[in-house]
C-alpha cells in the first residue's frame, strides 16, 4: 500500500514560517499569526521570525477576541482562548490559497477560517473533476468555509454544499464572491450531514462524488449530536448508497478523530463494496526556509473506481 504524504507548499499568499514547542507561525496575506498545534513537538528554529507575529492565540494579555463563531467549536482541533494584537488588524483581510480566495478572520477557537492543509486536495480534485470530460455533481459535507466546494464548481461541477453552521455557510458564500464563483451552481444547504444523506436516500438523488471531513464531535442545526465513532459508519454506509453507478471518488479527511487513515481506507472499502482503489496518507505543511519541516495536519483517504 502507498501512502501519500502531501505538501502545502509556500505560496505568494500563505506560508508556514516556522513550528515547533506546540505552536505554528503562518503568514496568511498580509499578517503573520502564531497559534497552538500539537503536532508541533520539535524545538522553534528561528525566535526572532515568532516577533513578527501580528497576532498571537493564547488565554492571557493583549487585545482579545472573545466572541465565539457558531459552528467554530465542531471545527478540528477547537480550543477556546483568545487572541493577543500586536498591531491592529483588519477584521478579515483577503489570502489566495492554491486557486480559491478566502477571507481570513480571527475566531475564538484559534481558527481562521481556512485549513491551507487541504490545498493539495482541492488540485487533486480539479484535475479529476476537469479530466472526466462529462457533468460532474459533487456532495461536499460539513463543508465549513467552503474550499473543496470552491475547487470542485472552479473545476466545473455543479455542488451541494452542507454544513450545520449558519456562520459558516456565509463565510463559504463570502469566499465563492470573493474568488469569483458566486454564480457557479452550488446549493448551500444549512442542515445536519447525516440527516440531509439520509433524505437524500429516501429522494432518490444521487452523486458522482462526495467529500466529507468528519468532526471528532459536533452539533447540527438543530442541535443533533454527532460522534465519530457512533455515527461515521453509518455515513458513510448512505453515502454509498448515493454514489451513482458511474461514481468519480470519494475523499475523507480527518485531524481530531484519533483514527489513522488506514481506518478510513477500511471503513471506505467496507460500506463502498464495489472494488476500485483507495489511497491514503497524511495531509502536511512544508515550511519556507532552508531545510524545511513538514508539519503534519490531518489523514486522508480517496477511493476512486
Not at 95 to 114: D, N, Y
Request: net charge neutral; aromatic share 10%; charged share 25%.
Amino acid at each position: 500500500m502507498n501512502y501519500i504524504i502531501t505538501e502545502t507548499l509556500p505560496e505568494r499568499d500563505y506560508e508556514l514560517l516556522d513550528s515547533g514547542d506546540g505552536e505554528k507561525l503562518e503568514r496568511f496575506g498580509k499578517y503573520v499569526t502564531a497559534r497552538p498545534d500539537p503536532q508541533a513537538l520539535w524545538p522553534k528554529r528561528d525566535l526572532d521570525l515568532w516577533k513578527r507575529a501580528s497576532a498571537v492565540f493564547g488565554r492571557n494579555g493583549g487585545t482579545s477576541l472573545a466572541s465565539d463563531r457558531a459552528g467554530e467549536q465542531r471545527a478540528k482541533g477547537a480550543e477556546k482562548g483568545e487572541w493577543a494584537l500586536k498591531t491592529k488588524l483588519d477584521e478579515r483581510w483577503k489570502a489566495t490559497i492554491g486557486e480559491i480566495t478566502f477571507w481570513v478572520r480571527l475566531s475564538s477557537f484559534k481558527h481562521v477560517g481556512v485549513f491551507p492543509e487541504h490545498e493539495p486536495s482541492w488540485a487533486w480534485m480539479m484535475k479529476t473533476i476537469s479530466e472526466a470530460k462529462r457533468p460532474i455533481k459533487v456532495l461536499n459535507l460539513f463543508g465549513y468555509t467552503g474550499g473543496a466546494s470552491l475547487a470542485a464548481a472552479k473545476a466545473g461541477a455543479e455542488v451541494v454544499h452542507v454544513d450545520a453552521s449558519k456562520v459558516a455557510i456565509k463565510a463559504a458564500r463570502e469566499n465563492a464572491e470573493v474568488s469569483g464563483l458566486a454564480e457557479k451552481p452550488i446549493r448551500w444547504i444549512l442542515e445536519d450531514a447525516a440527516t440531509f444523506v439520509e433524505r437524500e436516500l429516501r429522494r432518490g438523488n444521487k452523486y458522482d462524488a462526495i467529500i466529507m471531513d468528519p468532526p471528532a464531535f459536533g452539533h447540527g442545526a438543530n442541535g443533533e449530536i454527532w460522534k465519530i465513532e457512533d455515527h461515521l459508519i453509518p455515513l458513510v454506509k448512505n453515502c454509498a448508497a448515493i454514489l451513482n453507478e458511474q461514481p468519480l471518488f470519494m475523499l475523507m479527511n480527518g485531524y481530531a478523530s484519533g483514527y489513522s487513515a488506514l481506518a478510513y481506507k477500511q471503513i471506505m472499502e467496507s460500506c463502498l463494496n464495489r472494488g476500485g482503489s483507495t489511497e491514503v496518507g497524511e495531509l502536511t505543511i512544508k515550511e519556507s526556509g532552508s531545510n524545511p519541516r513538514n508539519l503534519p495536519a490531518g489523514i486522508f483517504a480517496r477511493w476512486t473506481p
